[in-house]
């Protein structure tokens, strides 16, 4: 099938995309040619030719290369990320004349995947007008070579797509049998055309037949606080579908986060890296090359990846792309009232064409997110007949960021939660009983893990603020946690001890059978407190992420003081930045309160009404010494920026997350 413009490839490419290894230890991975792909490989390209800008003239438009540490080594910077609207593809480059060639020792009943393409965009139109070109496309050849005999296993020629304003793109996905009884063969990808137009492998391997693939089903849903669940002792019956998946998994009743802001909590969840290692601290802060993502471990382990978001904090020029053979940033945002919907229906295509192999599919909507605005029927799930308004965004409700602390009648608290419970119905229903549904009418559900959770709650004036981001207390940092494993294991368990985000990442690799703690790595998996090896609260460390200063600095003007919280077992510290007087114009009205240090027994004191601070100094001091000690060594790191376009800026806007 034959894909002449973004709004068909955009709708197909979903449909189309490969996986790789294996369950359990032992078993057989797919092998990932990108991963193996050095300077051996390249027998011929263009990229060669030293007398070639080949950035300036072979590159297509939003295609930067691929970092070395994703992928290991990048030759001529020939792995690239190509962006087409708001999907992005790990690619070869493949401009005619082009011969890569691997030796490999094939699995048996294996084949191979890859999908082939042409890019025409304004770079290429620069080129064809300053060397007169007019190619009509590009021959794509995959050859196997065994004890001197070559033959052709695959060959097609792709026409040029047709010349248009905007970027177009021809795009195939093909599978080639390989020979049935494996063994030592030299593969090579070739291209063959005239013109250099601009074309590409997209994530060619080779994937060993499995009668039980693994498959790893990760899902975020942004803003969720554990507390609105039933699951989790909530009245109202807004989350049936994954209170039934947490009594099919296990139920973790104490998860934290590492922040209350999507930004950075997501960067911990992905790297198991706390705030204060990652450096992610502010909106354009990028996480840095030394981290190390799952999705990176699970792709070089032979596994397919693939992740559908919602964009925003989660665009992939923040480094979420890393490791991801496909990733789609549109389904999941903000700015659809039915984005829970589209992720589940781009999840079930994604997985129709990888229920056979092995995957690991992320998938996040900022759905239950501000605005609150669900879709009918349910939009008027919980509110009350003299409800003041059916949806609504808190940030203009509020006056803009700096209305944060300002204080509402009961009844638009009342009215905003309702709101809030309806977005958690409606994705619960949509999303996560769609998903569990589908999974089990296709006989995948047994064998898939399905991990749930969240980045950050929501503040609903428990402790003087609104949203999420100023305070570090629990409605805000206490995020749910169920995880199904594969055939029932832990079924029906329920943890009542403290774990963390970054123990997410640790759990799904062991769970895949990849035990390895890596160094840069703040969590560890939870097998072993889920074996009963391990009974005692996990150390968590949290902050608001607005480092300035050694702990805390002067706080640059309109960002709000840094917080920072971790525990001694049930007893929880919170430290806060002072107060400054600059603050008093962009924060009207200020804080109802902000003391220095607090801290609460959680076993006693759940909403954190009692602040023991002054009882518990001791305990306090030693606690504050070592949040110190920690971000003095954590200091030392070098940040990297993004630079933000327009358009990227206006989707934080809209999420409420900057002016």
Request: charged share 25%; glycine share 8%; hydrophobic share 35%.
């Amino acid at each position: 099938m034959k894909l002449r413009s973004f709004i068909l490839f955009f709708v197909i490419a979903q449909l189309l995309f490969p996986a790789c290894r294996n369950f359990f230890p032992g078993n057989i991975m797919g092998i990932k040619l990108s991963h193996l792909f050095d300077l051996r490989n390249v027998e011929l390209s263009p990229f060669k030719n030293p007398s070639l800008d080949g950035e300036k003239d072979f590159v297509p438009e939003d295609c930067p290369p691929l970092e070395k540490e994703e992928t290991g080594p990048n030759p001529y910077n020939l792995k690239r990320r190509l962006h087409i609207g708001p999907i992005s593809l790990n690619i070869i480059l493949a401009t005619p004349q082009s011969r890569y060639s691997w030796e490999l020792s094939l699995p048996p009943r294996s084949y191979l995947e890859f999908g082939i393409g042409l890019v025409r965009d304004r770079n290429f139109e620069d080129l064809a007008a300053r060397h007169n070109l007019n190619p009509e496309g590009v021959e794509f050849l995959v050859r196997l070579e065994r004890a001197g005999r070559t033959r052709t296993v695959f060959q097609d020629f792709l026409r040029m797509p047709e010349k248009k304003e905007s970027r177009t793109v021809s795009f195939e996905v093909h599978r080639v049998d390989l020979p049935p009884e494996g063994g030592r063969f030299r593969l090579t990808l070739e291209t063959d055309g005239e013109g250099w137009p601009f074309a590409f492998w997209y994530s060619p391997m080779v994937v060993p037949r499995k009668e039980e693939p693994a498959g790893i089903i990760l899902i975020s849903l942004d803003t969720l606080r554990a507390d609105h669940l039933g699951c989790y002792g909530y009245s109202r019956p807004t989350s049936l579908a994954t209170d039934e998946l947490s009594r099919e998994g296990v139920l973790f009743e104490q998860a934290i986060s590492t922040s209350s802001w999507t930004l950075p909590a997501h960067v911990s969840l992905l790297t198991s890296s706390n705030p204060a290692r990652h450096g992610v601290m502010a909106a354009d802060d990028k996480m840095p090359l030394t981290l190390v993502t799952l999705a990176e471990v699970l792709s070089r382990h032979g596994f397919f990846c693939g992740a559908i978001t919602g964009g925003g904090f989660l665009s992939p020029i923040y480094g979420f792309g890393r490791g991801f053979d496909f990733y789609n940033e549109a389904e999941g945002s903000v700015d659809y009232e039915n984005s829970a919907e589209l992720v589940l229906r781009a999840a079930q295509s994604w997985l129709e064409d990888h229920k056979e192999k092995d995957f690991f599919l992320f998938l996040h909507t900022y759905q239950v997110h501000s605005p609150y605005k669900s879709p009918e029927p349910y939009r008027h799930r919980f509110l009350s007949a003299d409800a003041l308004f059916d949806e609504i965004n808190m940030e203009r409700h509020l006056g803009g960021k700096g209305g944060v602390f300002r204080s509402l009648t009961e009844s638009e608290r009342k009215n905003i939660i309702d709101l809030y419970d309806n977005e958690i119905k409606y994705t619960d229903e949509a999303l996560v009983g769609g998903l569990v549904k589908w999974l089990k009418e296709k006989n995948l559900y047994d064998r898939v893990m399905i991990v749930l959770t969240s980045d950050h709650g929501e503040e609903f004036y428990e402790h003087g603020a609104w949203t999420h981001g100023p305070h570090l207390y629990q409605e805000a940092i206490r995020v749910p946690l169920v995880i199904k494993f594969p055939h029932g294991e832990f079924r029906g368990k329920k943890v009542d001890r403290i774990v963390r985000l970054t123990d997410i990442s640790p759990t799904i690799l062991e769970a895949a059978g990849i035990k390895k703690r890596l160094a840069v790595w703040d969590g560890a998996s939870l097998y072993s407190v889920l074996k009963g090896d391990e009974t005692k609260d996990r150390v968590f460390l949290a902050d608001t992420c607005w480092l300035s200063g050694e702990v805390c600095g002067e706080p640059e003007s309109g960002r709000l003081p840094m917080s920072v919280a971790t525990n001694v077992g049930k007893n929880k510290v919170i430290i806060n930045q002072d107060w400054p007087d600059s603050l008093s114009k962009a924060y009207e009205p200020g804080p109802r309160a902000w003391p220095s240090f607090e801290l609460y027994d959680l076993d006693k004191d759940k909403a954190e009404v009692k602040n023991l601070a002054g009882e518990k100094a001791d305990l306090l001091r030693e606690t504050l010494e070592r949040i110190r000690s920690y971000y003095r060594q954590m200091k030392k790191m070098t940040l990297l920026k993004v630079p933000l376009t327009e358009e990227q800026l206006e989707k934080l806007r809209a999420l409420g997350y900057i002016h």
